[in-house]
């Protein structure tokens, strides 16, 4: 493996290439990457990127976006596979109709949708942004937000505006169980509960904090606590515990699983070292959008990096 991750280093050098990772991929990849971060930190860093290769260490649409903000570049992704189950919950050809059958509302999208959602959106979010990205729009403004409806229900809780929610949610932080986290808490009642907001309510209700993978590291360390039960992908244990190497964190039961304790996603567990190997040397498979459908995503993304 040290083999394979040398070849990656060099192989990057030789053909100006920069690897953003998202916080859920494997340690061995999180390690070679020249940044790894949340969805909007990795939409911010995309546009920063002077290489001519980005090989996105992520799932589809987080490529995407990196290819919406960097037409002239290569943007390559490991396995085209790597989806996501709240892009896929939203079809272009129903979300149109649904945004068409309720006029003069605003369209908001979480980021974790196909380009071509985000043509059809005002608006794009993440989840560290969400909260902001919806209170900018003038109270009197109906709102359409889609594709999560556990995240908009959490940002109809906080903020107290009606939204129409499209139907999709997250198959990972969906196995959350209740019952079996409340059982842990028992265990550990001096625990802290933090949950990513793609859980669901009343997973939601339990923690002491909510909010995106970076927000989470960011409490973990900030916090004067000292043991966390932590809702969300268990990829984000590497990272944090490494930012917070002597304080105790514990991955959150989901329900299927008994064997294992914790929530890994199918879709970010794609990308291998050996297939970032791959993809860099053959530049394959690579991101690619029509024209027309990127520069009309475009511009509810820069509408978010502007409000951000
Ligand atoms: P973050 O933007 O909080 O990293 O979330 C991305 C994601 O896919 C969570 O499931
Ligand atoms: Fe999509 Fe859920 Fe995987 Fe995040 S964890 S990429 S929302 S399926």
Same mark, same amino acid.
């Given at each position: 493996?040290?083999?394979? %991750?040398?070849?990656?280093?060099?192989? %990057?050098?030789?053909?100006?290439?920069?690897?953003?990772?998202?916080?859920?991929?494997?340690?061995?990849? *999180?390690?070679?990457?020249?940044?790894? !971060?949340?969805?909007?930190?990795?939409?911010?860093?995309?546009?920063?990127?002077?290489?001519?290769?980005?090989?996105?260490?992520?799932?589809?649409?987080?490529?995407?976006?990196?290819?919406?903000?960097?037409?002239?570049?290569?943007?390559?992704? /490991?396995?085209?596979?790597? =989806?996501?189950?709240?892009?896929?919950?939203?079809?272009?050809?129903?979300?149109?109709?649904?945004?068409?059958?309720?006029?003069?509302?605003?369209?908001?999208?979480?980021?974790?949708?196909?380009?071509?959602?985000?043509?059809?959106?005002?608006?794009?979010?993440?989840?560290?942004?969400? $909260?902001? #990205?919806?209170?900018?729009?003038?109270?009197?403004?109906?709102?359409?937000?889609?594709?999560? %409806?556990?995240? =908009?229900?959490?940002? #109809?809780?906080?903020? =107290?505006?009606?939204?129409?929610?499209?139907? !999709?949610?997250?198959?990972?932080?969906?196995?959350?169980?209740?019952?079996? $986290?409340?059982?842990?808490?028992?265990?550990?009642?001096? +625990?802290?509960?933090?949950?990513?907001?793609?859980?669901?309510?009343?997973?939601?209700?339990?923690?002491?904090?909510? =909010?995106?993978?970076? !927000?989470?590291?960011?409490?973990?360390?900030?916090? /004067?606590?000292?043991?966390?039960?932590?809702?969300?992908?268990?990829?984000?244990?590497?990272?944090?515990?490494?930012?917070?190497?002597?304080?105790? $964190?514990?991955?959150?039961?989901?329900?299927?699983?008994?064997?294992? +304790?914790?929530?890994?996603?199918?879709?970010?567990?794609?990308?291998?070292?050996?297939?970032?190997?791959?993809?860099?040397?053959?530049?394959?498979?690579?991101?690619?959008?029509?024209?027309?459908?990127?520069?009309?995503?475009?511009?509810?993304? *820069?509408?978010?990096?502007?409000?951000?």
């Amino acid at each position: 493996m040290k083999n394979l %991750k040398q070849k990656i280093i060099t192989l %990057k050098k030789q053909k100006n290439a920069v690897i953003l990772a998202h916080y859920y991929q494997e340690p061995e990849i *999180q390690e070679i990457a020249d940044y790894v !971060g949340d969805s909007l930190g990795l939409s911010q860093e995309a546009t920063k990127v002077e290489a001519d290769i980005i090989l996105f260490a992520g799932v589809h649409f987080m490529a995407e976006t990196a290819k919406i903000l960097n037409p002239t570049k290569k943007v390559i992704l /490991p396995d085209l596979e790597a =989806g996501c189950s709240l892009a896929a919950s939203c079809p272009p050809h129903l979300f149109k109709e649904f945004i068409e059958s309720h006029p003069n509302h605003t369209v908001i999208t979480y980021v974790n949708c196909s380009a071509e959602i985000k043509s059809l959106s005002d608006l794009v979010c993440t989840s560290s942004n969400a $909260l902001k #990205i919806v209170e900018s729009i003038p109270k009197n403004i109906p709102i359409i937000f889609a594709p999560d %409806k556990n995240l =908009g229900k959490y940002i #109809i809780q906080k903020t =107290g505006r009606k939204m129409l929610l499209w139907d !999709g949610s997250c198959v990972v932080h969906e196995a959350f169980s209740l019952d079996k $986290l409340i059982e842990l808490h028992k265990k550990n009642p001096d +625990a802290k509960i933090i949950a990513h907001p793609e859980s669901e309510t009343h997973i939601l209700e339990t923690a002491s904090y909510v =909010g995106s993978t970076s !927000g989470m590291i960011n409490y973990v360390k900030s916090s /004067p606590s000292d043991k966390f039960i932590v809702a969300t992908e268990a990829g984000i244990l590497y990272k944090m515990q490494q930012e917070v190497p002597n304080k105790v $964190l514990i991955p959150a039961p989901s329900q299927e699983d008994n064997t294992c +304790a914790c929530s890994e996603c199918g879709f970010m567990k794609m990308n291998t070292l050996q297939k970032v190997y791959d993809c860099l040397l053959n530049e394959v498979p690579e991101i690619t959008i029509p024209e027309d459908v990127r520069m009309k995503a475009l511009i509810p993304i *820069q509408r978010m990096l502007k409000l951000s």
